[in-house]
């Protein structure tokens, strides 16, 4: 951080961040320092033993209209847990492979990580290009060629730099410049998350925490959620790179100063989030695929390390049947710490002895109901969030889904949530609040008319069965109120039910005296 949270700026047009990659000693710290003129070796130990333990962050300016965020990662592979913390929300990957050696362990698990998080965009960078002559640099550009011929991500042609003579420099930046101006920027008006990666006090400033903007924005003076753990605290200040910004949007580094929340409370891996749906979890499902290279199947009680955001948590797959090595599957993870997720995150699975990265996947469920096996469940990775609305709506039964818990749940934005309801067609009734199930309410409705009839055999006299009692007898546990009023809505208009001020019967039915007068009425 620079003096308090200093000077003002405006945010330019088009906001990333780049992230690197690649083998220890390849060239990661020095190649930012050439683009940015930042040393993102922040501590006495990195410097001292050459080589980069921690993230580092540097901004990179390219031209008037691009404003790029650079998150330098350790290739060591004793601190792949920080890599991967570092690796997260980033929009493009400088895969940075040295001339002299060509690809390496590292630069393959690095590789991995970056596909399985759903990296968008790469430039795949041969650094220390004046160590080699050109035959050897060609043969090291066809082997980086082939290796990326295959990957999911969208490689651009490699650029051969040297940070010693500054070749290939002005190259790397064009191509950086023509990746940003191709990047759907991540939008601001969805809900607020940072996965916070560094916390730390500033005096003047107080709690400080730092991260990539993953969706939404911020502004100074709003309340955000601290979660797993819990608690709120108010934004006083808000910087990037050095600079006071009013408010925080996507593709930024950003470190938010914090009223409310001690600095000893909160840590890498924690969240902070605005707007509604959001809460910490302890079970998901996923849909998972295990690397060529994973050991052995992830199956039930397969212990794993589960990396989501800046967080690192221990979990067990349950109720998964087993995925062998290279396939994919359905599983269900059981974490031993909280996390905050939402429907269509990315993850990264390690073992978790050895530690190797061995898969990963893609959130479908954030909130898995635990009463539901995962085998009885219909949820699939290619699912449209309307046909998974449906689903999760059956599941739900007439206890319902929150309107406001959708956005996270399904992983849409929140102006997207009224046409997901509206896909779902008419297997749904949503009311202001609530979305159920339709053939739920259908059948409660049914199952209601059955009640009144029985009510009015043991009470003939009565007018009929008041409507308070009548809600009782839906559950337990008691549905939402819209629930229970779509549930007699549907019983009226279906001819099943009659209402008459506080009270509800059966339709076409009357009272014994009502029918006898009626009767009497007839003869006379």
């Known amino acids: 951080m620079g003096a308090p949270f200093g000077h003002s700026h405006s945010d330019p047009l088009r906001r990333f961040v780049i992230g690197t990659a690649g083998h220890i000693d390849h060239g990661k710290t020095a190649l930012v320092k050439a683009l940015t003129g930042v040393d993102t070796d922040r501590w006495e130990e990195e410097k001292r033993r050459g080589i980069t333990i921690d993230l580092g962050f540097a901004p990179l300016p390219l031209g008037d209209a691009i404003q790029a965020s650079v998150v330098d990662v350790p290739g060591h592979e004793g601190f792949v847990r920080n890599m991967l913390a570092g690796a997260t929300g980033i929009d493009v990957a400088l895969l940075v492979i040295a001339a002299d050696e060509g690809i390496m362990p590292q630069t393959e698990e690095h590789l991995a990580i970056v596909e399985l998080l759903g990296v968008r965009r790469g430039i795949p960078v041969i650094t220390k290009r004046d160590l080699v002559d050109g035959e050897w640099l060609d043969l090291v550009r066809g082997e980086v060629s082939t290796r990326l011929a295959a990957s999911r991500v969208r490689w651009d042609p490699a650029v051969a730099t040297s940070v010693i003579t500054g070749e290939g420099m002005p190259e790397l930046r064009e191509a950086l410049a023509r990746v940003a101006s191709d990047l759907v920027e991540r939008p601001s008006d969805d809900l607020f998350r940072l996965p916070i990666d560094r916390v730390f006090a500033v005096a003047g400033a107080g709690t400080v925490v730092t991260g990539s903007t993953w969706s939404g924005s911020v502004a100074v003076g709003d309340a955000v959620r601290l979660l797993p753990l819990g608690r709120e605290g108010r934004v006083r200040s808000i910087e990037v790179h050095g600079e006071t ?20 409370e909160l840590a890498r891996g924690h969240v902070a989030v605005t707007g509604p749906g959001w809460q910490a979890t302890t079970l998901i499902d996923v849909a998972a695929e295990l690397l060529p290279t994973a050991r052995k199947p992830l199956a039930s009680r397969t212990r794993v390390r589960v990396h989501l955001g800046t967080a690192e948590v221990l979990a067990r797959a349950v109720q998964t049947s087993a995925i062998a090595p290279g396939q994919r599957g359905l599983a269900r993870l059981m974490l031993e710490t909280p996390v905050v997720a939402r429907g269509g995150d990315r993850f990264v699975l390690r073992s978790f002895s050895p530690v190797t990265t061995i898969g990963g996947g893609v ?18 990775a290619e699912q449209a969030p309307a046909e998974r609305l449906g689903i999760l709506a059956v599941e739900a039964g007439l206890m319902g889904l929150g309107i406001d818990t959708l ?34 309410v259908i059948a409660e409705a049914g199952r209601l008319a059955e009640v009144l009839r029985r009510y009015h055999e043991e009470h003939p006299l009565d007018p009929g069965m008041s409507l308070q009692a009548l809600r009782a007898a839906v559950g337990p546990p008691a549905p939402p109120s819209a629930v229970l009023d779509a549930v007699l809505d549907v019983g009226v208009k279906g001819g099943q039910v009659e209402v008459a001020g506080s009270v509800a019967r059966r339709a076409r039915w009357r009272p014994a005296l009502d029918a006898r007068a009626t009767d009497a009425s007839d003869k006379l």
């Open 245 to 264: 910004a009013a408010r925080a949007v996507p593709g930024r580094r950003t470190a938010l100063a914090l009223v409310g929340v001690d600095k000893s």
């Open 363 to 380: 959130v479908l469920d954030p909130f898995a109901p635990p009463r539901t096996r995962l085998r009885r469940r219909r949820v699939a």
């Open 407 to 440: 956005a996270v749940r399904l992983g849409v934005s929140p102006d997207r949530v009224t046409a997901v309801i509206a896909e779902a067609g008419e297997n749904v009734l949503a009311s202001a609040e609530t979305v159920v199930d339709r053939q739920a």
